[in-house]
């Protein structure tokens, strides 16, 4: 079977909320998954704008820093429609502002959640794992950058 290979650019949102950071995510229609905003990119568009537009488009959530440069990747296969995708998602971790408006037609559900309570709800080991790179960095930054 060929193997089709898929790149998508996504944003991991973060606010501080009642002193603690907290993670917004977004219940995707298609699959029904919890997991973070993403999107292909538009014609001429880069990760960090693919990034910026999907989690605007998706969450109405407007990126106020970007809290690292460098995107954490994500792979994982799946089969739809008899074939075989290798999806690559390069997400940004980025501190947000505004409230959240949902996009119906690809959004189901979306809210903030702690980091805790977001491990729980995330349907996807890879994206579980993404969750943990974002601990490890929000501690290791804890007391110089993050608050």
């Not at 739809?80 to 409230?99: A, C, F, R, W």
């Amino acid at each position: 079977m060929k193997q089709y290979k898929d790149t998508s650019y996504g944003a991991i949102p973060l606010q501080v909320i009642n002193g603690q950071w907290h993670i917004f995510l977004v219940q995707h229609k298609n699959g029904d998954h919890w997991g973070f905003p993403k999107g292909h990119p538009s014609f001429k568009e880069s990760p960090k704008e693919t990034a910026k537009r999907e989690l605007y488009e998706e969450t109405k959530l407007e990126i106020s820093k970007f809290l690292s440069d460098t995107p954490l990747v994500e792979n994982y296969h799946f089969y739809k429609e008899g074939k075989e995708i290798d999806k690559t998602v390069h997400y940004y971790l980025v501190e947000v502002k505004g409230e959240f408006s949902l996009q119906e037609n690809e959004i189901k559900d979306g809210r903030w959640f702690s980091f805790k309570e977001a491990y729980i709800k995330i349907t996807f080991d890879e994206s579980k794992f993404i969750l943990t790179k974002v601990q490890e960095i929000i501690r290791k930054f804890h007391s110089e950058e993050f608050l």
